[in-house]
Structure formats: C-alpha cells, structure tokens
C-alpha cells in the first residue's frame, strides 16, 4: 500500500533553517508528483510547492520563493523539505502528499516543527 | 492566486440528517483539459486531511457514497446524504487548475 512517512517533530531557532524528509513506498516513485502543505496552529491548510520526482523540477507559492527547496533521492524514495531562516510564523504542521490528478489522495503523518527562541 | 471561500463556516448537524457545504472560487476551475479542479478534503481532530471529492465529483478510493460533489466553474457543492458521528472534523475545498494551489477556509462540522 502507499505510505508516506516523514521525519520527526523539530524545535528550531528564528533564522535556523529545517530539513524534512518524506519517504515514499508502495507505487512508482519517480511516477507522481509530490506536493508540501502546512497547517499553522489551529489554522487552515496552505499549499508550499510541488516536485516532480521524475526530474526534480519544482514550482513553489510565491511566498516560499528563496527560502524553500525541494530535492529528491530516487534511490530511496524520499523527497527533502528545506525551509530557511525560520520566523514563530513558520511554526506549524508540515505534510508531504502524493499527487492524484492534481489531488494530495495520499497524506503523510505530518512534521510538527515549532519555531522558538 | 486565486480565491476560494466556504460556506458556512460552521455547520452543526444532526445524525441521520443531510447536509451540504458551498465552495466558491474566484476563477472558473474549469480546465483546458475538460476536466474541472475541485477538491474537498475533511480532516478529522488529530490526524492528517483525507481526499474526499477530486475533479469535482468522482469520490476518492474508500469514501463512502453519502458523500457526492456538484458544481461547475466557480460554484461548489459538497453534500452529505445521511450524517454520521464519524463525519464530524473540518470540511476544505481546494483548487488545483493552477498553481499556487489555494484551500477554502474550511468548514468545521459537529454534532449539535
């Protein structure tokens, strides 16, 4: 079955920077694009960007432009989160998702990564 | 980017009973393709969102058929034919005609 499993909660400094991976099995990795979603405390759901695992090719929210970068390790099958020089606005739950026809179908458990000095 | 707004954004409900849930974007999410870009998505307390409706109406693998999408270029519905307990958490639509793609506020659904 499909499983995404992402790396564990993290406690950061403002200006530090995060890496967060998201290891994939279960289909054809290099098939399906991989989105970034996060979730600010008790708030809704905002899209980062997008990989292509094919190629590596990248699209981000204007937003995240200069501070995130994705990359990928076919030989693993895991996609890497960068976030850099982190704000307490940063803090929230980060997700991975598989895409479907342009849908996140499969989710990982989330990343909490708490932003604090 | 565009905009996409729920309504309401809280919806009690009774067990039994049906509900619905409106989704509005700014620009058709009608695509070239044919094919029109609407996702809705519930993310029960505690755990990971789950894809409920894509491409507007066909239901995602596993969910069940009193969940159903409607709707055409900018105006959306999600409707629940019989509620149960377990459908209680927040509702979101998305749209992924483009990129950035942009979730609805959300619509928190409980028991009343």
């Known amino acids: 079955q499909v499983q995404l499993v992402q790396s564990g909660a993290d406690v950061k400094k403002p200006g530090a920077s995060v890496k967060i991976s998201c290891k994939t099995s279960?289909?054809?990795?290099?098939?399906?694009?991989i989105h970034w979603v996060r979730q600010a405390p008790g708030q809704g759901l905002e899209w980062m960007g997008i990989?292509?695992?094919?190629?590596?090719?990248?699209n981000f929210a204007q937003q995240f432009q200069g501070r995130v970068t994705l990359t990928r390790d076919t030989s693993t099958a895991t996609v890497y989160m960068d976030l850099r020089s982190l704000r307490s606005g940063d803090t929230a739950v980060y997700y991975c998702?598989?895409?479907?026809?342009?849908?996140?179908?499969?989710w990982g458990q989330g990343t909490l990564v708490t932003v604090s000095s | 980017d565009i905009v996409m707004t729920q309504s309401p954004l809280s919806l009690p409900v009774t067990p039994g009973e049906p509900a619905s849930i409106s989704c509005r974007s700014s620009?058709?999410?009608?695509?070239?393709?044919?094919?029109?870009?609407l996702d809705w998505y519930l993310q029960k307390p505690g755990q990971s969102p789950q894809l409920l409706i894509y491409?507007?109406?066909y239901r995602a693998s596993g969910v069940p058929d009193r969940f159903s999408g409607s709707g055409s270029g900018t105006d959306f519905t999600l409707n629940i034919s019989r509620v149960e307990a377990e459908d209680i958490g927040v509702y979101y639509c998305?749209?992924?005609?483009?990129?950035?793609?942009?979730f609805g506020p959300g619509t928190k659904v409980d028991i009343k």
């Open positions: 998702t598989r895409d479907h026809y342009g849908s996140s179908l499969y």
């Open positions: 620009q058709s999410l009608l695509h070239s393709n044919g094919f029109t870009y």
């Open positions: 998305m749209q992924a005609v483009q990129t950035p793609q942009t």
């Open positions: 279960g289909y054809n990795f290099t098939n399906q694009f």
């Open positions: 990989i292509n695992p094919n190629d590596g090719t990248t």
């Open positions: 491409l507007s109406s």
